[in-house]
């Protein structure tokens, strides 16, 4: 028996070195996959915006293309800024899944910039709730692992776990999105309500969700030196 116990212990401390080092290492390879990603997507963006000259024209269908592509960069820029902000300021015991998230997140984008291209926006809003379910996501299931670690204790102690209420105006948000992008691929286009929908609702909720980053980030780093 005393021999099964040391070999338990002896493998329980050759694990633990293995964990402190996935903790430090994992969450920083993964943020700079997914940084090459977005770089990537941002030069197809691009290479878009260069390409078509029917933007530069003076119209309703290119202010539109322009909201949608603003909406894109704001969308890669939150999601790099998530996934920054939590490796930055904390740590976690990375899942396999976190390996794959760079490619989803990068496979989401390039859709969407090749949903640019169709006549009917309703792709496009389609795959731009996909990006925002990926960016809540990313920022739930981090924070989620985070507060199991001791290191954390500090910041996650004062606060309590998120309930389901919490995630009510991302899911409203969400939902209006593919609502909004299946009434366009059913029903049609109207143009003025599509210029609306993408002023009010994405920049809206693209503004709303800036701010909350920015809220997070000075409690987080700030909060113990006031």
């Known amino acids: 028996m005393s021999f099964v116990n040391e070999y338990l212990g002896a493998g329980r401390a050759a694990v633990n070195p293995i964990r402190q080092r996935v903790k430090a290492n994992v969450p920083a390879v993964v943020l700079t996959l997914l940084g090459i990603i977005q770089a990537f997507a941002v030069d197809l963006l691009w290479s878009l915006v260069v390409a078509d000259s029917?933007?530069?024209?003076?119209?309703?269908?290119?202010?539109?293309?322009?909201?949608?592509?603003?909406?894109?960069?704001?969308?890669m820029l939150m999601i790099w800024l998530i996934y920054a902000m939590?490796?930055?300021?904390?740590?976690?015991?990375?899942?396999?899944?976190?390996?794959?998230?760079?490619?989803?997140?990068?496979?989401?984008?390039?859709?969407?910039?090749?949903?640019?291209?169709?006549?009917?926006?309703?792709?496009?809003?389609?795959?731009?709730?996909?990006i925002i379910a990926t960016m809540n996501w990313i920022a739930h299931s981090t924070m989620k692992r985070a507060r199991l670690e001791p290191d954390n204790a500090e910041f996650f102690n004062s606060r309590?776990?998120?309930?389901?209420?919490?995630?009510?105006?991302?899911?409203?948000?969400?939902?209006?999105?593919?609502?909004t992008g299946l009434s366009f691929l059913l029903i049609g286009v109207n143009q003025w309500v599509l210029l609306i929908t993408l002023v009010f609702g994405v920049g809206g909720y693209c503004v709303w969700q800036t701010y909350n980053l920015r809220v997070w980030w000075q409690q987080s780093v700030f909060e113990a030196e006031a």
Not at 54 to 75: F, K, R
Request: hydrophobic share 55%.
């Open 54 to 75: 029917e933007i530069y024209q003076l119209s309703l269908p290119a202010l539109i293309t322009w909201l949608q592509i603003l909406s894109l960069v704001a969308g």
């Open 86 to 130: 939590n490796v930055s300021r904390f740590v976690w015991v990375p899942t396999m899944s976190e390996f794959v998230t760079p490619f989803w997140v990068g496979f989401l984008q390039v859709l969407s910039i090749h949903c640019l291209k169709f006549d009917n926006p309703g792709a496009w809003f389609i795959s731009f709730a996909l």
């Open 160 to 179: 309590g776990t998120a309930s389901a209420s919490d995630f009510y105006p991302v899911f409203a948000v969400i939902g209006t999105m593919l609502a």
